[in-house]
C-alpha cells in the first residue's frame, strides 16, 4: 500500500520559510517521479514542482521560481520543498503527488499516488 505523508506546514510571517517534507511508503522510491502542488481556498490546484527520480530534473511553476526548491533523499524516501520569501499568495494546502511516469505526468498532475496535504498559511 502507497502513502505519502505531507509534514511541515504552519502559520508563517510574510518574507518567512517552511521546509514541507513527504515521505513515501510501499513503492521503490527512487522510480517514482516526486512533485508538489498546492490549492488557495477557491481555486483549482495548481502544479508547484517536480523532481525526477535521480534528483537530477527539476521543474517549477513560474511564479515559485527562485523562492522554492524541490529536492528529494532517496535514501530516506522523502521529498522535500524548500519555501523561502513566502507571502500570502503562498497560502494553500500543499499535496505531495508521486507518478513512475516521470516528471511530464506529475507536472500535468496526473500523478497516481497523492498525499492528504499539508497547511501552509502565510500572514501579510
Known amino acids: 500500500q502507497v502513502q505519502l505523508v505531507e509534514t511541515g506546514g504552519g502559520l508563517v510571517q510574510a518574507g518567512g520559510s517552511l521546509r514541507l517534507s513527504c515521505a513515501a511508503s510501499?513503492?521503490?522510491?527512487?522510480?517514482?517521479?516526486m512533485g508538489w502542488f498546492r490549492q488557495a481556498p477557491g481555486k483549482e490546484r495548481e502544479f508547484v514542482a517536480v523532481v525526477n527520480g535521480r534528483g537530477g530534473d527539476t521543474y517549477y511553476a513560474e511564479s515559485v521560481k527562485g523562492r522554492f526548491t524541490i529536492s528529494r533523499d532517496n535514501a530516506k524516501k522523502t521529498t522535500y520543498l524548500q519555501m523561502n520569501s513566502l507571502n500570502s499568495e503562498d497560502t494553500a494546502v500543499y499535496y505531495c503527488?508521486?507518478?513512475?511516469?516521470?516528471?511530464?505526468?506529475?507536472?500535468?498532475?496526473?500523478?497516481?499516488?497523492w498525499g492528504q496535504g499539508t497547511q501552509v498559511t502565510v500572514s501579510s
Open positions: 510501499g513503492l521503490t522510491f527512487s522510480a517514482y517521479a
Open positions: 503527488a508521486a507518478d513512475v511516469g516521470g516528471t511530464r505526468t506529475v507536472l500535468a498532475g496526473r500523478a497516481k499516488y
